[in-house]
């Protein structure tokens, strides 16, 4: 254990890849659990959440599994409650849970668009919400929100995502509030903007989709779970102690080289 989170206990909400493969909630939970914290991986089913704990208990680490579905506040306020019985404290939270449907505004059903925003914002709003008393009785702490290109440069997919587009905009505005609200009160607020990235979410795409995500990308690489990960850990340690209200963009140089296409 390198010992960069020691002492610190962290729920990531969304924590087992839907399929085979790692995607962003599994790599942080595994990279958190290596740097010392203990985390509750907090996932709808158990069962791939509970695959993932054993994966982490081989490793020497510590982590509790918590089934819920965050977007409804009870399950939250759980999720939290279950974390504070077991771990004593609670000093991070990544709102990682998320997923999109194509269409533009013209296309998209009213069904999917509540779908979208429900999955991708509500969480958040719920797991935010949850988790501030406990953060402040902890005497402070660190929340990271889990946005997308797609929300931030209004990067499109083919077909369009404009639900997606709105729900991930809409990250941005909680991130700032929630700094801006409790910065004084030692609770930092940050958002990873993540780029084209090869996780179990997108194998559906097909090779040609994911051949064009990967040539947009100055790098002209994929990025993987493991690099958002990375960029987590640093965020939920105290390492970046002065650092709240950031969306920090992990996608290849997509943003900063504005390589997008709209
Ligand atoms: N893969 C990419 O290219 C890419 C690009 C940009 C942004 N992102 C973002 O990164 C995140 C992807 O994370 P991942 O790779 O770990 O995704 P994932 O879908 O593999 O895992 C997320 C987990 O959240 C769980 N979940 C869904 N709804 C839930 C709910 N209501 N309550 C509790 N759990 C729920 C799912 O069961 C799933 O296991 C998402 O926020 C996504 O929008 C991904």
């Known amino acids: 254990m390198a010992g960069r989170l020691d002492g610190k206990v962290i729920i990531i909400a969304g924590a087992a890849s839907r399929g085979a493969g790692v995607g962003t909630g599994k790599a942080m939970a595994i990279l958190a659990a290596r740097e010392g914290a203990k985390v509750t991986l907090v996932n709808r089913t158990a069962e791939r959440a ?43 939270l990544v709102n990682n849970i998320g997923g999109g449907v194509n269409g533009t505004i013209v296309e998209v059903s009213e069904e999917d668009w509540d779908r979208v925003l429900q999955v991708n914002l509500k969480t958040a709003m719920q797991g935010t919400k949850a988790v501030v008393p406990a953060l402040l009785r902890a005497g402070g702490g660190s929340i990271v929100n889990i946005s997308s290109s797609v ?7 083919d077909r369009g995502s404009a639900a997606y587009a709105t729900a ?10 929630t700094a801006a609200n409790f910065a004084n009160q030692n609770i930092r607020c940050n958002c990873i903007i993540v780029g084209t990235i090869s996780t179990p979410m997108v194998a559906h795409l097909g090779e040609d989709a994911l051949r ?19 960029a987590a850990i640093y965020l939920l340690s105290d390492e970046s102690r002065w650092v709240t209200a950031v969306n920090l963009p992990v996608d290849g140089g997509l943003d900063g080289l504005r390589t997008w296409p709209r």
């Open 212 to 230: 064009r995500r990967v040539e947009m990308v100055p790098t002209q690489t994929e990025g993987t779970g493991w690099d958002i990960g990375y």
């Open 151 to 157: 929300g931030w440069a209004g990067l499109m997919s």
């Open 168 to 177: 991930k905009a809409a990250l941005h505005g909680l991130t700032h509030s």
């Open 50 to 92: 509970e695959a993932l704990r054993q994966e982490i208990a081989d490793e020497g680490g510590d982590a509790m599994v918590f089934a819920g579905d965050i977007t409804q506040e009870e399950d939250a306020q759980a999720m939290v409650a279950a974390t504070e019985a077991r771990y004593g404290i609670v000093t991070g």
